[in-house]
């Protein structure tokens, strides 16, 4: 059936690799309520499938990877996110593959499978991110995003020429951008980018 999920041909991967100059540490390193983000998020989450955490050169193990079926380390750093999603298409072993963000712990189950439905309904798709609309401007979020295996050789090829942003996959017509539902609530989209993020969020979901 169109947009069915089955644990066997979706993988979920959390890219937890930033440095987190902002931050102040390792973004994988922070706590919400006490609890490792990482474990936070995959509670959340609690995909069916396969888990993959990415992480970068020195950045391996952080806490809650224990949590995880795999890790993969990206070979290289400074290549932000766009080579997290590459890592992760390397080691795929699923036909699909959708991809959290370890600092958007308002991600959930509903949001990363409305993704993912959107991705098998459309077969002439390799990747599927979200758009939203907010103070009456259209923003779109390139995480968390789906994407079919065929999409490394892109995702690759725009590496090789410097073209490092996610968002601008969208540049590639078989990459779209789809209106997410209006009753998700914009926790939904929070980034955690300053330690002050981190106590907002907290104090926005107990």
Known sequence: MDGELTPLDTSLAV???????????????????GQPILEYLLDRISWPGPVMLITAPGREH?????????????PVTGEGPLRGLLTALEHLRTPLLVVATVDMPGVGREHVEWLVSHLRKDESLIGVMASRRADDCDFIEPFP????SA???VIRRRL??????????????????????????PPVWTNLNRPEDVQAFERNST
């Open 62 to 74: 952080p806490p809650g990877h224990e949590r995880f079926d795999f890790e993969w380390v990206d």
């Open 145 to 148: 995003i789906a994407l079919r």
């Open 151 to 153: 999409a490394e050789g």
């Open 15 to 33: 890219l937890a690799g930033g440095e987190g100059s902002r931050m102040g540490r390792h973004k994988a390193g922070l706590q919400i309520h």
């Open 160 to 185: 090789e020429r410097g073209r490092g942003s996610v968002h601008d996959l969208l540049e590639e017509r078989q990459m779209k951008a789809v209106p997410a539902p209006a009753s998700w609530p």
